[in-house]
């Protein structure tokens, strides 16, 4: 009896690894765009404080409101950067998430197929089996 062989086995292989490239670039890249995250948050935090400072010290002298209002911008500028790298990330996000869709797709397909053929492999076991018992009782009567 033969072995059973898929013979679409290499491409399904090659599209289980695919899916865990891609899983893993899509972890790698939602890591990054956490990271950015984290940094607005931090800035947000640092912008808070920097009012917080103004609301308690209410006499500044002219050069300490100045340097205060350019480091609340260079502050707000950051945070506006960081924002739009994290919408860069989450479009890069969403179009590897596309790929990760149609790259399971057609390993779903694979996988019926495989089945498909297992069972229609099995079938014919089954039926090579009952043959040789067929013969082996007409052989005894």
Known sequence: MKKFNFR?????????RQEDLLKQELSALVAKKNTYLSKVEDLKNSLEQVFE????HHKFNPQEKEFQDNFALAI??????NNL??????IKIRKKREELLINRKKLKTLLKLQEKAQERYWYEVSLEERKEMDEIASNQK
């Open 53 to 56: 400072n103004w609301r308690q």
């Open 85 to 90: 790298i994290v919408k860069e990330y989450d």
């Open 76 to 81: 707000k500028n950051d945070i506006y950067r």
């Open 8 to 16: 679409f086995e290499r491409i399904l292989k090659l599209r289980e």
